[in-house]
């Protein structure tokens, strides 16, 4: 099967990279981007040992969690938050990678179980300007941050960015080295915070040499989306 000769590449390609670029071994986290893919192919996937998948659509995803039941699976929200979805995304997910604004962290919080364990959260950092609408400046993380600490049923756990797609390597790694250089200067006074993902199919090398802790890969597991929403 395809997706399972793929997942085999990508982890022979996680593994030399962190050997590159002096990563301790097995501090990469795989993330199978599944948006527009079918349960039988998350299902193929997960067959095949993969445990973590992101969802950008909330409603997809939420059928798709639905027809899986599949414990085992630990669940990312990766796509834009609307405020109108952030019940079942509270529900239904164990991370959120993309929250920029106090309203919808409010709202997750808010929505969050009490029986459930803290909902995993990054910040969206918006690093390619005026090219992205979604995420904040980096200059104001830390006192997003601060502002987060209100929400006892969120945990922060780091740094999300989806930069600008260019083919060169120098390019990618400038962008990324940003994210990583904050995360170092938060964790001084911010251990916990552990987490960077950056780094899609395009540009995993790069995001490996600056410190990703979580890789979002879909196009390389599953092959070329069919069709792309938004
Ligand atoms: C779709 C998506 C990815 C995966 O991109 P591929 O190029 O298919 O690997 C990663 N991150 C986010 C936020 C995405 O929306």
Redesign the pocket.
């Known amino acids: 099967m395809k997706i399972t000769a793929n997942l085999d590449q990508i982890h022979n390609e996680i593994s030399s990279a962190e050997k590159q670029f002096q990563r301790k071994q097995g501090s990469v986290c795989l993330l199978a981007?599944s948006?527009t893919r079918t349960v039988d192919e998350i299902m193929t996937a997960f067959n095949s040992g993969q445990r973590h998948f992101?969802e950008?659509y909330c409603q997809e995803a939420v059928e798709k969690i639905d027809a899986l039941k599949q414990p085992d699976i630990v669940w990312h929200f990766?796509?834009p938050v609307q405020s109108n979805k952030t019940s079942l995304i509270a529900r239904y997910f164990d991370w959120v990678h993309t929250v920029d604004r106090i309203k919808i962290a409010r709202r997750l919080e808010e929505s969050r179980p009490e029986n459930a364990a803290p909902l995993n959260i990054c910040i969206q950092i918006n690093i390619s300007g005026e090219e992205s609408k979604s995420g904040i400046a980096i200059d104001e993380t830390e006192s997003f941050i601060n502002e987060l600490e209100q929400f006892k049923r969120l945990k922060v756990r780091g740094l999300m960015a989806?930069p600008a797609p260019t083919d060169n390597f120098d390019k990618q790694r400038a962008a990324f080295s940003q994210l990583n250089n904050k995360l170092r200067r938060l964790n001084k006074a911010n251990p916990d915070l552990d987490t960077l993902s950056i780094g899609?199919?395009?540009d995993m090398h790069a995001a490996i040499a600056e410190g990703a802790t979580i890789v979002?890969?879909?196009?390389?597991i599953f092959g070329p989306?069919n069709y792309v929403k938004q």
């Open positions: 981007v948006k992101g950008n990766i796509g989806l899609t199919s395009q979002r890969i879909g196009t390389a989306r």
